[in-house]
Protein backbone atom coordinates (compact mmCIF):
# COMPACT_ATOMS: atom_id res chain seq x y z
CA UNK A 1 0.00 0.00 0.00
CA UNK A 2 0.92 3.36 -0.45
CA UNK A 3 2.88 5.61 2.24
CA UNK A 4 0.22 8.46 2.81
CA UNK A 5 1.24 11.59 5.60
CA UNK A 6 -0.85 14.58 6.54
CA UNK A 7 0.27 17.61 7.85
CA UNK A 8 -0.85 18.96 10.28
CA UNK A 9 -1.84 16.01 12.04
CA UNK A 10 -3.99 18.25 14.47
CA UNK A 11 -4.38 21.92 14.53
CA UNK A 12 -7.04 24.20 16.67
CA UNK A 13 -8.31 27.29 14.90
CA UNK A 14 -10.27 30.20 15.59
CA UNK A 15 -13.91 30.83 14.08
CA UNK A 16 -13.46 32.99 10.59
CA UNK A 17 -9.90 31.45 9.41
CA UNK A 18 -8.79 29.04 7.48
CA UNK A 19 -6.83 26.01 7.16
CA UNK A 20 -5.07 24.43 4.54
CA UNK A 21 -4.03 20.67 5.20
CA UNK A 22 -1.44 18.96 2.90
CA UNK A 23 -1.21 15.27 1.68
CA UNK A 24 1.49 13.40 0.06
CA UNK A 25 1.65 10.20 -1.15
CA UNK A 26 4.59 8.04 -1.88
CA UNK A 27 3.32 6.93 -5.69
CA UNK A 28 2.09 8.67 -8.00
CA UNK A 29 -1.80 8.78 -8.42
CA UNK A 30 -4.38 9.87 -10.61
CA UNK A 31 -6.87 10.63 -8.22
CA UNK A 32 -7.08 11.76 -4.66
CA UNK A 33 -9.86 11.27 -2.68
CA UNK A 34 -10.60 13.69 0.48
CA UNK A 35 -13.37 12.65 3.34
CA UNK A 36 -14.62 14.16 6.49
CA UNK A 37 -15.07 12.30 9.70
CA UNK A 38 -17.29 14.31 11.91
CA UNK A 39 -17.22 13.55 15.73
CA UNK A 40 -18.55 9.89 16.54
CA UNK A 41 -19.54 9.90 13.00
CA UNK A 42 -18.48 7.95 9.65
CA UNK A 43 -16.39 9.35 6.59
CA UNK A 44 -18.50 11.60 4.34
CA UNK A 45 -16.43 11.93 1.02
CA UNK A 46 -15.54 15.68 0.53
CA UNK A 47 -14.66 15.55 -3.33
CA UNK A 48 -11.96 14.42 -5.53
CA UNK A 49 -9.12 15.88 -6.82
CA UNK A 50 -7.76 15.08 -10.65
CA UNK A 51 -4.22 16.28 -11.33
CA UNK A 52 -4.70 18.75 -13.92
CA UNK A 53 -8.55 19.18 -13.76
CA UNK A 54 -10.75 21.23 -10.59
CA UNK A 55 -11.99 18.57 -8.35
CA UNK A 56 -14.99 17.76 -8.05
CA UNK A 57 -17.36 17.87 -5.61
CA UNK A 58 -19.89 15.97 -3.23
CA UNK A 59 -23.68 17.27 -2.57
CA UNK A 60 -23.02 19.19 0.01
CA UNK A 61 -19.60 20.49 -0.52
CA UNK A 62 -18.36 23.25 -2.44
CA UNK A 63 -15.60 24.90 -3.99
CA UNK A 64 -15.66 28.06 -1.97
CA UNK A 65 -15.65 26.10 1.45
CA UNK A 66 -13.10 23.26 0.23
CA UNK A 67 -10.83 24.58 -2.53
CA UNK A 68 -8.65 21.99 -3.27
CA UNK A 69 -5.31 22.12 -5.27
CA UNK A 70 -3.51 19.06 -7.12
CA UNK A 71 -0.22 20.44 -8.89
CA UNK A 72 1.35 16.93 -9.10
CA UNK A 73 0.88 13.39 -9.18
CA UNK A 74 1.86 12.99 -5.40
CA UNK A 75 0.58 15.85 -3.78
CA UNK A 76 -2.96 17.73 -2.85
CA UNK A 77 -4.58 20.11 -0.35
CA UNK A 78 -7.54 20.44 1.09
CA UNK A 79 -8.38 24.35 2.60
CA UNK A 80 -11.35 24.59 5.10
CA UNK A 81 -12.48 28.51 4.90
CA UNK A 82 -14.05 30.65 7.12
CA UNK A 83 -14.33 27.84 9.26
CA UNK A 84 -17.16 27.47 12.29
CA UNK A 85 -17.32 24.91 15.17
CA UNK A 86 -19.52 22.58 12.58
CA UNK A 87 -16.01 22.35 10.94
CA UNK A 88 -14.51 20.29 14.22
CA UNK A 89 -13.87 16.74 12.30
CA UNK A 90 -10.89 14.64 11.23
CA UNK A 91 -10.03 15.29 7.72
CA UNK A 92 -8.40 12.76 5.76
CA UNK A 93 -7.11 12.01 2.42
CA UNK A 94 -7.03 8.79 0.34
CA UNK A 95 -5.49 7.97 -2.56
CA UNK A 96 -7.34 6.50 -5.84
CA UNK A 97 -7.67 2.59 -5.57
CA UNK A 98 -4.40 0.58 -5.74
CA UNK A 99 -6.07 -2.18 -8.00
CA UNK A 100 -9.09 -3.45 -10.00
CA UNK A 101 -10.73 -4.24 -6.70
CA UNK A 102 -10.46 -0.14 -5.95
CA UNK A 103 -8.98 -0.79 -2.39
CA UNK A 104 -8.28 2.21 -0.61
CA UNK A 105 -6.08 3.79 1.94
CA UNK A 106 -6.30 6.49 4.47
CA UNK A 107 -3.46 8.99 5.54
CA UNK A 108 -3.41 9.20 9.52
CA UNK A 109 -6.09 12.16 9.29
CA UNK A 110 -6.08 16.12 10.44
CA UNK A 111 -7.78 16.43 13.57
CA UNK A 112 -9.67 20.19 13.18
CA UNK A 113 -11.45 21.61 16.33
CA UNK A 114 -12.15 25.24 15.87
CA UNK A 115 -13.30 27.31 19.01
CA UNK B 1 -27.35 6.03 -4.84
CA UNK B 2 -25.23 3.71 -3.10
CA UNK B 3 -25.81 3.47 0.46
CA UNK B 4 -24.20 1.14 3.30
CA UNK B 5 -26.31 0.44 6.22
CA UNK B 6 -24.90 -1.40 9.37
CA UNK B 7 -26.05 -2.11 12.99
CA UNK B 8 -26.18 0.54 15.39
CA UNK B 9 -23.26 0.30 18.35
CA UNK B 10 -22.03 0.28 21.03
CA UNK B 11 -21.93 -3.87 20.76
CA UNK B 12 -20.37 -5.09 24.14
CA UNK B 13 -19.10 -8.40 24.21
CA UNK B 14 -16.82 -10.60 26.75
CA UNK B 15 -13.38 -11.86 25.73
CA UNK B 16 -13.84 -14.84 23.48
CA UNK B 17 -17.07 -14.53 22.89
CA UNK B 18 -19.10 -15.00 18.98
CA UNK B 19 -18.93 -11.76 17.00
CA UNK B 20 -21.17 -10.31 14.33
CA UNK B 21 -21.67 -6.92 13.24
CA UNK B 22 -24.19 -6.66 10.38
CA UNK B 23 -24.14 -4.97 7.08
CA UNK B 24 -26.06 -4.45 4.30
CA UNK B 25 -25.51 -2.49 0.97
CA UNK B 26 -27.38 -0.90 -1.84
CA UNK B 27 -25.51 -0.49 -5.16
CA UNK B 28 -26.39 0.41 -8.70
CA UNK B 29 -23.59 -1.34 -9.96
CA UNK B 30 -21.52 -4.59 -8.86
CA UNK B 31 -19.34 -2.88 -6.17
CA UNK B 32 -16.40 -4.13 -3.84
CA UNK B 33 -17.16 -4.65 -0.07
CA UNK B 34 -14.69 -3.72 2.01
CA UNK B 35 -14.28 -3.07 6.62
CA UNK B 36 -11.97 -0.99 7.81
CA UNK B 37 -11.14 -0.75 11.77
CA UNK B 38 -10.46 2.38 13.69
CA UNK B 39 -8.69 1.74 16.72
CA UNK B 40 -8.59 4.05 19.50
CA UNK B 41 -6.50 7.13 18.44
CA UNK B 42 -5.57 5.86 15.28
CA UNK B 43 -6.56 6.00 12.00
CA UNK B 44 -8.47 4.07 9.46
CA UNK B 45 -7.20 0.87 8.11
CA UNK B 46 -8.55 -1.87 5.70
CA UNK B 47 -9.45 -5.07 7.49
CA UNK B 48 -10.65 -7.31 4.80
CA UNK B 49 -12.32 -7.11 1.51
CA UNK B 50 -14.42 -8.87 -1.43
CA UNK B 51 -15.28 -8.46 -4.72
CA UNK B 52 -17.47 -10.52 -5.64
CA UNK B 53 -20.27 -12.76 -5.01
CA UNK B 54 -19.35 -15.55 -2.41
CA UNK B 55 -16.00 -13.68 -2.20
CA UNK B 56 -15.14 -14.29 1.44
CA UNK B 57 -12.38 -11.59 3.25
CA UNK B 58 -10.69 -12.86 6.03
CA UNK B 59 -8.22 -11.10 8.47
CA UNK B 60 -6.77 -11.29 12.08
CA UNK B 61 -9.21 -14.06 12.57
CA UNK B 62 -12.11 -11.57 11.46
CA UNK B 63 -14.40 -13.00 8.37
CA UNK B 64 -16.85 -11.47 5.89
CA UNK B 65 -18.71 -13.16 2.75
CA UNK B 66 -20.27 -11.24 0.05
CA UNK B 67 -23.57 -12.09 -0.52
CA UNK B 68 -25.38 -10.98 -3.68
CA UNK B 69 -28.51 -12.74 -2.66
CA UNK B 70 -29.20 -10.70 0.74
CA UNK B 71 -26.71 -7.60 -0.28
CA UNK B 72 -24.86 -8.45 2.78
CA UNK B 73 -21.44 -8.00 4.16
CA UNK B 74 -21.54 -9.42 7.64
CA UNK B 75 -18.28 -9.59 9.82
CA UNK B 76 -17.95 -12.11 12.15
CA UNK B 77 -15.10 -13.50 14.76
CA UNK B 78 -15.27 -16.80 16.19
CA UNK B 79 -13.40 -15.18 19.58
CA UNK B 80 -12.86 -12.06 20.28
CA UNK B 81 -10.65 -10.68 22.98
CA UNK B 82 -9.86 -7.06 24.32
CA UNK B 83 -7.83 -5.85 21.61
CA UNK B 84 -10.41 -6.11 18.88
CA UNK B 85 -12.21 -2.93 20.87
CA UNK B 86 -12.66 -0.61 17.75
CA UNK B 87 -15.00 1.54 15.69
CA UNK B 88 -15.79 -1.00 12.31
CA UNK B 89 -16.94 0.59 9.66
CA UNK B 90 -18.40 -1.44 6.27
CA UNK B 91 -17.90 -0.03 3.07
CA UNK B 92 -18.24 -0.13 -0.87
CA UNK B 93 -16.92 0.49 -3.80
CA UNK B 94 -19.25 1.06 -7.09
CA UNK B 95 -16.99 2.93 -9.51
CA UNK B 96 -18.79 1.09 -12.69
CA UNK B 97 -22.17 2.11 -10.79
CA UNK B 98 -21.88 5.96 -12.52
CA UNK B 99 -21.49 7.56 -9.21
CA UNK B 100 -18.05 9.01 -7.00
CA UNK B 101 -14.91 6.46 -7.63
CA UNK B 102 -14.90 6.96 -3.70
CA UNK B 103 -15.93 5.04 -0.93
CA UNK B 104 -19.36 5.05 0.59
CA UNK B 105 -19.27 3.99 4.03
CA UNK B 106 -21.67 2.93 6.56
CA UNK B 107 -22.09 4.75 10.01
CA UNK B 108 -19.52 2.59 11.94
CA UNK B 109 -19.94 0.43 14.87
CA UNK B 110 -18.31 0.61 17.95
CA UNK B 111 -17.50 -2.46 19.72
CA UNK B 112 -16.19 -3.03 23.42
CA UNK B 113 -15.00 -6.13 24.47
CA UNK B 114 -14.83 -7.16 28.40
CA UNK B 115 -12.31 -8.81 29.92
Known amino acids: SAVISQKPSRDICQRGTSLTIQCQVD?????MFWYRQQPGQSLTLIAT?????????ESGFVIDKFPISRPNLTFSTLTVSNMSPEDSSIYLC????????????FGPGTRLTVL | GNSVTQMEGPVTLSEEAFLTINCTYT??????LFWYVQYPGEGLQLLLKATKADDKGSNKGFEATYRKETTSFHLEKGSVQVSDSAVYFC??????????????FGKGTHLIIQP
Open chain 1, 49 to 57: ANQGSEATY
Open chain 1, 27 to 31: SQVTM
Open chain 2, 91 to 104: ALSDPGGGGADGLT
Open chain 2, 27 to 32: ATGYPS
Open chain 1, 94 to 105: SPEGVNAYNEQF
